[in-house]
């Protein structure tokens, strides 16, 4: 749905086609464990993340390819793709170059932070380095999302 000239929505994303950007809901879901996203579905991997969303993986994938993005299609489609953490530390994750902000607003002040800031190195005590994340998306296998259908 168009919302503005260059602003439309997709449920609760907003997508604005410039600057190239697409802004959900999430809330905190962990301050002090181990992560391995930064997030996902509420009823997603909740206990490696840092922040849930009640989106839909299929509404933020949709937002993503309408900016351009496309991540990374798996390399034999006869087979279901690995998670991406099942790579090899020494294998580069494919996919789309981006960067992540988290904004959030307490007693009328708003505050917006780099993800990378969000986020400490165990062992260093350190947030992570400015860089790029990379989305590498999902891909339809047998029919389905596969994002949407794994436990």
């Known amino acids: 749905m168009k919302v503005t ?5 997709l449920g609760q994303v907003s997508i604005e086609l410039k600057p190239r950007q697409i ?7 962990s301050r002090k464990e181990l992560i391995e996203y930064l997030v996902v ?41 690995s998670a991406p953490g099942d790579a090899p530390d020494t294998v580069p994750i494919l ?11 307490w007693e009328q002040t708003k ?6 800031q969000l986020v400490l190195n165990e062992k260093s005590g350190k947030a992570l380095k400015r860089g790029p994340w990379t989305y590498n998306g999902s891909w339809i296998f047998d029919g389905r999302f ?6």
């Open 111 to 116: 505050t917006v932070k780099p993800a990378e």
């Open 41 to 81: 579905c509420e009823d997603g991997k909740t206990h490696e993340s840092l922040l849930t969303t009640a989106l839909e993986p299929y509404q933020i994938h949709t937002a993503m390819l309408l900016l351009g993005a496309r991540g990374a299609p798996p390399k034999d489609t006869s087979t279901p793709p």
């Open 95 to 105: 996919g789309d170059a981006l960067d992540i902000s988290v904004s959030w607003e």
């Open 23 to 29: 802004r959900f809901p999430a809330k905190i879901n």
């Open 5 to 9: 000239n260059g602003v439309y929505r």
């Open 146 to 151: 596969v994002v949407q259908t794994e436990p």
